[in-house]
């Protein structure tokens, strides 16, 4: 048994506010985080890669894992369907390791409502100002202008759920918002859930307590 449960650690935010930035940040930190690819109906971007930056995959083939209940959650957002597939998070946290999501509010209370709702650790990123969400979202240069603006639009949406996270952080300065990330992760995987060991060292304790009496 490894020494620890592995943590489903949660990151949402409106679209631009530094996600996939900061999940990159953590996993250059800590080599053993696994992202969970998700598997999405949307067509992929330029630059994107099946498999690794997401599973793109078909109404129907996308529908049928729901079904067969392969998916840890789904959520319909811009008007396609996204999912993160169960069976690698399993794996991934029966063997110690942390699995990172980058999903959005609903996804995210999902999972806290699932089985492994108290292995869940959920962060919820906050731009500076609205100005500056929507500077990142052009710094960018992924997305034209009317893409843009549906984010944007979407954005309230999604921070009107800031209140459902564990912790909250305002993205402003980056290498002052990652530094916290670390320190929230490291004082988690110390939470009573994570550590499976501990309770047959108390007892092997209470043990020699009482063979001191
Ligand atoms: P998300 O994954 O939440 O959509 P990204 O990580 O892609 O957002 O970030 C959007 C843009 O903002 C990227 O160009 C990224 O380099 C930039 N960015 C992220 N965090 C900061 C920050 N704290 N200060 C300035 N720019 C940032
Ligand atoms: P994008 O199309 O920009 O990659 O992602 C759009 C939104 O979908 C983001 O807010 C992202 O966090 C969310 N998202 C990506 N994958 C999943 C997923 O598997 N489940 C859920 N619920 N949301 C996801």
Same mark, same amino acid.
């Given at each position: &048994?490894?020494? %620890? %449960? +592995?943590?489903?650690?949660?990151?949402?935010? =409106?679209? +631009?506010?530094?996600?996939?930035?900061?999940?990159k940040r953590l996993r250059q930190w800590d080599e053993s985080i696994v992202f969970s690819v998700s598997a999405t109906t949307r067509t =992929?971007?330029?630059? $994107?890669?099946? +498999?690794?930056?997401?599973h793109f995959v078909s109404d129907a083939a996308f529908k049928s894992t729901v079904s067969e209940g392969? &998916? *840890? $959650?789904?959520a319909h957002v811009f008007g396609n369907f996204y999912g993160s597939p169960k069976a690698p998070v399993q794996a991934a946290i029966d063997a110690g390791r942390d699995v990172l999501f980058d999903i959005d509010w609903q996804g995210a209370q999902q999972i806290r409502?699932?089985?492994l709702g108290q292995h869940t650790l959920s962060i919820f990123l906050l731009p500076p100002s609205i100005i500056e969400l929507r500077r990142r979202l052009e710094a960018r240069g992924q997305d034209s202008s009317d893409v843009i603006?549906?984010? &944007?639009?979407?954005?309230?949406? $999604?921070i009107s759920h800031w209140d459902g996270y564990d912790f909250v952080l305002v993205n402003d300065d980056l290498d002052a918002t990652e530094s916290k990330l670390?320190?929230?992760?490291?004082?988690t995987r110390l939470r009573r859930s994570q550590q499976p060991d501990l309770l047959s060292h108390?007892?092997? *304790?209470?043990m020699q307590f009482e063979e001191m009496q």
């Open positions: &048994m490894p020494d %620890r %449960r +592995g943590l489903l650690i949660i990151l949402s935010s =409106p679209s +631009g506010a530094g996600k996939s930035t900061l999940a =992929p971007r330029p630059g $994107e890669v099946d +498999g690794a930056d997401y392969g &998916m *840890l $959650e789904h409502n699932s089985d603006t549906k984010r &944007m639009q979407k954005s309230w949406d $999604e670390r320190t929230i992760l490291t004082a108390v007892r092997a *304790l209470q």
